[in-house]
T-cell receptor, first 112, second 113 residues
């Protein structure tokens, strides 16, 4: 498996502000993924982040709203910009390891 | 607590019984499938996976069955324990180089002592 940590684990934010979520992996990985899990829902892919290239966003997600950085092979950040209450969700990063995908513990975001 | 799985279908079983959680997928190009368990306050935890060239795979107390004809996946948990109570998600992936997963809607498993 992979050891993945996320910071912060949870936060309460005011609308209009931005929050940057960090994801750290215990070893180098090529691909990292960011997912969103809205209350009572399943996981939806936001974007795929490869080191050294721009992130690839899924339909319905744009870089201006969810900018992603991937400065090296063990770290990535996701920023949730100009937040609204609709952004209240769990944000999860994941990595591929030996054909399987492993998830971090998630960041629980509440926007007031 | 958080509301993961708040609106999901629920399967309620007695401790010691066997559980069967089902998942239908729609993409006939999917060739890799994973079952995850998500407990309250945690990220999804890998349980077991299966490739499309297999129709059954067994792990410790868990078995995954794949029926490609009807695009159906199931997770069987033997001798269900209270610690198995969680939300279970199936996920699929195409063999196109795209490594991201598509998740099913999830099922909440409640184990009654």
């Amino acid at each position: 498996s992979a050891v993945i940590s996320q910071k912060p684990s949870r936060d309460i934010c005011q609308r209009g502000t931005s929050l940057t979520i960090q994801c750290q992996v215990d070893s180098q990985v090529t691909m990292m993924f960011w997912y969103r899990q809205q209350p009572g829902q399943s996981l939806t892919l936001i974007a795929t982040a490869n080191q050294g290239s721009e992130a690839t966003y899924e339909s319905g997600f744009v870089i201006d709203k969810f900018p992603i950085s991937r400065p090296n092979l063990t770290f990535s950040t996701l920023t949730v910009s100009n937040m609204s209450p609709e952004d209240s969700s769990i944000y999860l990063c994941s990595v591929d390891r030996r054909e399987t995908q492993y998830f971090g513990p998630g960041t629980r975001l509440l926007v007031l | 607590g958080e509301s993961v799985g708040l609106h999901l279908p629920t399967l309620s079983v007695q401790e010691g019984d066997n559980s069967i959680i089902n998942c239908a997928y729609s993409n006939s190009a999917s060739d890799y499938f994973i079952w995850y368990k998500q407990e309250s306050g945690k990220g999804p935890q890998f349980i077991i996976d299966i490739r499309s060239n297999m129709d059954k795979r067994q792990g410790q107390r868990v078995t995954v069955l794949l029926n490609k004809t009807v695009k159906h996946l199931s997770l069987q948990i033997a001798a269900t324990q209270p610690g198995d109570s969680a939300v279970y998600f199936c996920a699929e992936r195409e063999d196109t180089g795209r490594r991201a997963l598509t998740f099913g809607s999830g099922t909440r498993l409640q184990v009654q002592p």
